[in-house]
């Protein structure tokens, strides 16, 4: 999805023409070498956020929202912010009193990270302010956001879960049917679902390919096969949706 959405959004020459900003929430950027690199890729503003930095962004993105509310304004650039593995956030999880944002707060007060955190994913996607989520388990996604937050999510991907999980966050309890190498995207406006094959993150070799690409630049027709050539992941750790 990283680089799809950017794909979307290509370079032009064009300067009053919106362009879009990124943000990767990453607690273990060690472990995810990928990022750094595909964020060299896009040609985007990109932001990587670990955790030290979490809380900053996190108001950055917040006052975005209420800035955009307050002027009504319609022509602002859309914003995508990235979270790996969300339960390692601690700050993003929800307060008992996280639904009550707007009017438990005094004049003064700094709200909290995972109230600012609720108030992005509920009021941004209306002003153009997106969360792209992702969590190693159902139960530690209703933990951090709640069952009642899940549900302003229209987008959902259901890897293999029990069927009560997958009930709970798709409708149906057919992620509690999939296999190895298999997951379900389900469109809540439409209220269907599809079952897909996820991919591995990518080799070196590929992102410079799609980079060479995203620039408008040309690319070498014996290196052209590779942009469809994505490994399936063998670990659900490692699985992403490109």
């Known amino acids: 999805s990283f680089v799809s959405l950017s794909a979307q959004f290509p370079p032009t020459a064009e300067s009053n023409k919106p362009v879009p900003q990124l943000y990767v929430f990453d607690a273990d950027p060690e472990e995810h070498p990928q990022w750094p690199r595909l964020a060299d890729a896009v040609p985007h503003r990109v932001e ?38 969300l339960a ?33 994913l509920t009021s941004g996607p209306a002003v153009g302010v997106h969360l792209i989520l992702w969590c190693d388990s159902y ?54 679902s599809e079952k897909f094959r996820p991919y591995g993150p990518p080799e070196d070799d590929w992102i410079a390919q799609v980079k060479a690409a995203l620039l408008g630049e040309a690319i070498d027709s014996t290196d052209s096969d590779s942009l469809e050539t994505v490994d399936l ?6 699985w992403t949706v490109m």
């Not at 962004?57 to 979270?83: G, W």
């Not at 992941?233 to 490692?238: E, I, P, T």
């Open 48 to 85: 990587l956020v670990d955790l030290p930095a979490v809380a900053d962004a996190v108001n950055q993105l917040a006052t975005e929202v209420q800035r955009r509310e307050a002027s009504d304004e319609t022509s602002a650039p859309p914003i995508f912010a990235f979270v790996v593995n």
């Open 88 to 120: 390692r956030f601690r700050d993003l999880r929800k307060d008992d009193d996280d639904f009550s944002f707007s009017s438990s707060l005094d004049a003064d007060e700094t709200p909290s990270v995972s109230k600012q955190f609720t108030e992005i």
């Open 139 to 192: 139960k530690n996604a209703e933990r951090w956001i709640g069952r009642q937050l899940m549900k302003e999510l229209e987008i959902r991907v259901a890897f293999q879960m029990n069927p009560m999980d997958s009930s709970n966050f798709i409708d149906t309890a057919v992620a509690g049917t999939l296999g190895a190498h298999r997951a379900i995207l389900y469109l809540d406006d439409e209220g269907s």
């Open 233 to 238: 992941a063998d670990d659900l750790d490692s």
